[in-house]
């Protein structure tokens, strides 16, 4: 028996849209046919409350939500997933609750930032089980460039995502939302506050106008660490793989939300073992060598060995690129009985060890053609 593992690199590409709550139609008047049509009034930009400004008595109400978020937390208990990200984002089935009837702010309001959310969709090859999937509903905002927001100074509730090994076995989709902190430079340089309220482990509140609530299958608060947040969205997916189903995971997010950080984090040459601030990939495969080498052990008997190959693609305006070898450009998407979707003239590198995989994601990553996201 032998398996395939294949890891490839698609550059996410930035991008910024609005959902949600679809907007008025502007060619819808009330003026009788064949009159004169004017536009509809619009709110002046400058009459647009900012979400910061609303914040006077915000301190107050955030830390009553952080007093009910530690409620939430010690209430559901068996919850342990650590997950932050500002700027809300994708979600299949997500859902937005809006708390007013007032509609969203022309985009130019705000400024797009690189404080951001970046979203980690992982997909199992098992067969739907009836879960979550489906509807594509993203929100993608920039943050309120308000100075000095009393938001930063408080701290901000701490949610715990679970580990769960069952991770794949009800919904065959999952998408995460890591919130990344704000950086020192964005606080205290360019006065950014938070644009995101998390309510709790799967809810958070879009600070803008109206506020808007959306629900993911979990959300990461900035507090997370590399390692919790591989045990809980990566691990499980490897034991996905290990059980003889196809996994796939991808970040999404704006420029700047974090998504090199949770794929990749710090990335060097494996001395002693991975740094505490590696990202997903390294861990994921550090842990798969691991699981192959402990079956094979266990099925000696068997002579069960695993065959791992590792290629590196970039899709960039629909073009197939091999990372590894750059000189192949424009590769094509074919379909096959056997191998199903596959890109034709891949170059397949033999991998044993987490090291072996490092080493190809390092030649990616020092060479010209280094772009983001995985
Ligand atoms: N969770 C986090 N904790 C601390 N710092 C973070 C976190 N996420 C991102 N950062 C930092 O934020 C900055 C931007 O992150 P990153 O480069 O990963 O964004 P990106 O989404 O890959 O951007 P781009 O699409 O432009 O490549 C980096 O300096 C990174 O170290």
């Not at 930035?14 to 819808?28: A, D, L």
């Not at 932050?84 to 009837?101: D, G, I, K």
């Not at 596959?342 to 060479?367: G, H, M, R």
């Amino acid at each position: 028996m032998s398996k395939e593992i294949s890891s490839s690199r698609i550059p996410a590409r930035s991008s910024s849209s609005r959902h949600g709550k679809p907007e008025g139609n502007e060619n819808e008047f009330e003026n009788p046919p064949n009159s004169i049509r004017f536009p509809p009034a619009r709110t002046p930009l400058n009459s647009i409350q900012d979400p910061s400004s609303q914040i006077d008595d915000s301190d107050s109400k955030l830390r009553s939500e952080a007093g009910r978020s530690s409620r939430f937390f010690s209430e559901k208990k068996a919850e342990v997933l650590d997950y932050a990200t500002p700027r809300a984002a994708v979600r299949l089935n997500s859902h937005s609750e809006p708390n007013s009837a007032q509609s969203t702010p022309a985009r130019s309001v705000w400024k797009a930032s690189n404080y951001g959310s970046s979203v980690a969709a992982c997909t199992s090859g098992r067969p739907p089980q009836g879960g979550r999937g489906g509807s594509l509903s993203k929100v993608s905002r920039g943050i309120s460039t308000a100075a000095a927001s009393p938001w930063p100074l408080v701290e901000v509730p701490h949610f715990v995502l679970v580990e769960d090994s069952s991770f794949w076995m009800d919904h065959n989709v999952q998408v995460l939302i890591r919130i990344r902190p704000i950086s020192s430079t964005e606080r205290t340089l360019q006065g950014y506050g938070r644009c995101l309220r998390q309510e709790s482990a799967q809810t958070l509140t879009w600070l803008g106008h109206p506020e808007t609530r959306f629900t993911f299958d979990h959300i990461a608060c900035e507090t997370i660490s590399q390692e919790k947040l591989f045990k809980a969205a990566g691990l499980p997916m490897v034991e996905n793989c290990m059980s003889g189903y196809n996994s796939c995971m991808f970040a999404y997010g704006q420029t700047g939300s974090g998504k090199t950080y949770t794929m990749m984090g710090e990335l060097s040459e494996i001395v002693d073992g991975l740094s505490g601030d590696c990202g997903m990939t390294p861990r994921i495969f550090e842990y798969l060598f691991t699981r192959i080498s402990d079956e094979e052990e266990k099925r000696r008997d068997e002579q069960l060995k695993y065959s791992c190959k590792c290629s590196f693609i970039e899709i960039y305006n629909e073009q197939i690129t091999d990372l590894l070898e750059p000189s192949s450009t424009n590769l094509q998407l074919r379909e096959d009985m056997k191998k199903g979707v596959y890109v034709e003239n891949l170059k397949e590198y033999e991998v044993t060890t987490v090291k072996d995989v490092i080493k190809l994601l390092l030649q990616v990553a020092n060479s010209d053609l280094c772009t983001t996201g995985v």
